[in-house]
């Protein structure tokens, strides 16, 4: 099994920053639903959530082509959770996983696919380490901007299996998280232990927060692209330019929390290189819902 984790904590750049606060989330799934993972029922059993990351380098013209090719197609999210995280800095696609392979193929990745396997997990849990982030730092959302406190930016996730009309589901929750700044922890800290609930360790946003369902045929891809990243402009330059209307001169961006906690620009021998994880999100789903294990079935 390969651990995405390491690696991309190099492909990223580590700058200082972080903020707190909290904000509400909802609830986990109910003691019902909640698998037992000591029970046969788990054991073997490999359904859940598996985890990809892309990271490349300046690819813009391949980056347009894959969201060109599939930005038309639905997914999971809501219309309102997709044009949030749109603008946030977050681009969700729905991929086909027939397709996820030649998608994957057409990428010029720094190094390669990383995968990491995190099964169902009924509680939050860190599945993407993003970079930190200095003390008054600008970034932007769906609805403003703000100044962030030192910290680092991270997503949680949590899943489980829920039967379906045609089949098993993932009832699959994520969010993006502005974890605050801790010191370096002690020897006491490591005896007493951290009694802080991973989802108060921070500010959580409302508008990187969603709750769905994922089926097994189709892969969730998160890229990191600012708002106004037009994929016309760059496969057809001529085209875009046409019907786009000058409206002044440029504003300066202000990076989007999105941006921020997977982009980095790297010191290049020529020109700073801009670096990108893309996040592909996978369910791995049975044939069949089973509440009982095939043990349990014979009794």
């Known amino acids: 099994m390969k651990h995405f984790l390491p690696l991309l904590l190099c492909v990223l750049c580590t700058a200082c920053g972080g903020g707190g606060g909290t904000s509400g989330i909802p609830p986990g799934p109910a003691p019902w639903e909640r698998p037992d993972l000591d029970r046969p029922v788990v054991e073997g059993n490999q359904q859940g959530l598996e985890l990809r990351v892309w990271?490349?380098?300046?690819?813009?013209?391949?980056?347009?082509?894959?969201?060109?090719?599939?930005?038309?197609?639905?997914?999971?999210?809501?219309?309102?959770?997709?044009?949030?995280?749109?603008?946030?800095?977050?681009?969700?696609?729905?991929?086909?996983?027939?397709?996820?392979?030649?998608?994957?193929g057409r990428m010029l990745l720094v190094g390669p696919e990383q995968q990491d396997w995190f099964g169902v997990l009924p509680d939050w849990r860190e599945t993407i380490p993003g970079r930190r982030v200095d003390s008054g730092q600008l970034l932007s959302l769906a609805d403003g901007q703000m100044r962030t406190q030192r910290g680092k930016l991270r997503m949680l996730t949590r899943c489980w299996v829920v039967p379906g009309a045609d089949g098993p589901e993932m009832q699959?929750?994520?969010?993006?998280?502005?974890?605050?700044?801790?010191?370096?922890?002690?020897?006491?800290?490591?005896?007493?232990?951290?009694?802080?609930?991973?989802?108060?360790?921070?500010?959580?946003?409302?508008?990187?927060?969603?709750?769905?369902?994922?089926?097994?045929?189709?892969?969730?891809?998160?890229?990191?692209?600012?708002p106004d990243f037009d994929p016309m402009e760059i496969i057809d330059p001529e085209r875009?330019?046409?019907?786009?209307?000058?409206?002044?001169?440029?504003?300066?961006?202000?990076?989007?929390?999105?941006?921020?906690?997977?982009?980095?620009?790297?010191?290049?021998?020529?020109?700073?290189?801009?670096?990108?994880?893309?996040?592909?999100?996978?369910?791995?789903?049975?044939?069949?819902?089973?509440?009982?294990?095939?043990?349990?079935?014979?009794?």
């Open 172 to 226: 699959t929750e994520l969010c993006v998280q502005l974890q605050r700044w801790q010191r370096p922890s002690s020897v006491v800290d490591f005896s007493v232990g951290d009694r802080t609930p991973i989802e108060d360790q921070g500010l959580i946003f409302p508008e990187l927060s969603a709750s769905f369902v994922m089926h097994k045929d189709e892969a969730l891809v998160l890229v990191p692209i600012a």
């Open 55 to 104: 990271a490349i380098e300046d690819q813009d013209d391949l980056i347009a082509e894959m969201i060109d090719s599939y930005q038309r197609r639905p997914t999971p999210m809501l219309d309102s959770q997709r044009t949030a995280w749109r603008q946030s800095g977050l681009m969700p696609i729905s991929i086909p996983i027939d397709e996820l392979n030649l998608a994957r």
């Open 240 to 299: 875009a330019a046409a019907v786009k209307a000058e409206a002044g001169p440029p504003v300066p961006a202000v990076p989007t929390v999105g941006e921020a906690m997977l982009t980095s620009v790297e010191a290049g021998s020529v020109a700073p290189v801009r670096r990108r994880a893309i996040v592909v999100l996978i369910a791995r789903l049975p044939e069949e819902y089973r509440l009982l294990s095939q043990l349990g079935d014979q009794r």
